[in-house]
């Protein structure tokens, strides 16, 4: 069994919207097999994580509500009778910020590595749709998976598994 699995979301778990953000479950579609890829990843992983920037907060697009709201219904989407997801991460701060959170820094996967000491860097995984999120992943230690339109979650997920 594989220890820890690090998730981006848009753009690996739901699709991306053309030059605006997700800011409701309306707006949350899934990108093809993705909800099929975390079904069977629960079963591979010890705890999958969602590592998430979240710029939309810090623009007054949407609320924290709004995404917990959000993420509520993805888990409920997901899942039957428990979570598959153990914890989602977001970074809401603006990129003019500078915070410690939003990728390509590694605040929001220290913050996982407090919350779950057991954690074993060498034995985990990001996967994620962009250069920020490999460059994170990298710098701590993770081995990174960049997916696209061509190579999803589910084609990873098949490629590990055959
Ligand atoms: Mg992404």
Same mark, same amino acid.
Request: aromatic residues 10%; proline residues 2%; contains cysteine.
């Given at each position: 069994?594989?220890?820890?699995?690090?998730?981006?979301?848009?753009?690996?778990?739901?699709?991306?919207?053309? +030059? /605006?953000?997700?800011?409701?479950?309306?707006?949350?579609?899934?990108?093809?097999?993705?909800?099929?890829?975390?079904?069977?990843?629960?079963? #591979?992983?010890?705890?999958?994580?969602?590592?998430?920037?979240? +710029?939309?907060? =810090?623009?007054?697009?949407?609320?924290?509500?709004?995404?917990?709201?959000?993420?509520? +219904?993805?888990?409920?989407?997901?899942?039957?009778?428990?979570?598959?997801?153990?914890?989602?991460?977001?970074?809401?701060?603006?990129?003019?910020?500078?915070?410690?959170? /939003?990728?390509?820094?590694? =605040?929001?996967?220290?913050?996982?590595?407090?919350?779950?000491?057991?954690?074993?860097?060498?034995?985990?995984?990001?996967? =994620?749709?962009?250069?920020?999120? #490999?460059?994170? =992943?990298?710098?701590?230690?993770?081995?990174?998976?960049?997916?696209?339109?061509?190579?999803?979650?589910?084609?990873?997920?098949?490629? #590990?598994?055959?």
């Amino acid at each position: 069994m594989f220890d820890t699995l690090f998730l981006d979301r848009d753009g690996v778990i739901n699709k991306k919207l053309e +030059q /605006r953000y997700v800011t409701n479950f309306d707006e949350f579609v899934f990108v093809k097999n993705s909800e099929i890829a975390i079904r069977r990843l629960h079963k #591979i992983f010890k705890r999958i994580l969602i590592v998430t920037n979240q +710029q939309g907060i =810090g623009k007054g697009i949407m609320t924290k509500e709004d995404l917990n709201l959000l993420h509520l +219904q993805m888990q409920r989407k997901l899942s039957v009778d428990f979570d598959l997801i153990d914890k989602i991460y977001f970074c809401p701060c603006l990129e003019v910020e500078n915070c410690n959170c /939003r990728k390509p820094k590694t =605040g929001m996967l220290e913050n996982a590595k407090l919350d779950f000491p057991e954690i074993k860097i060498e034995d985990s995984f990001l996967v =994620g749709d962009s250069d920020s999120d #490999i460059i994170a =992943g990298k710098k701590f230690g993770l081995t990174t998976i960049k997916v696209s339109a061509e190579f999803t979650l589910f084609d990873w997920l098949t490629k #590990i598994t055959e």
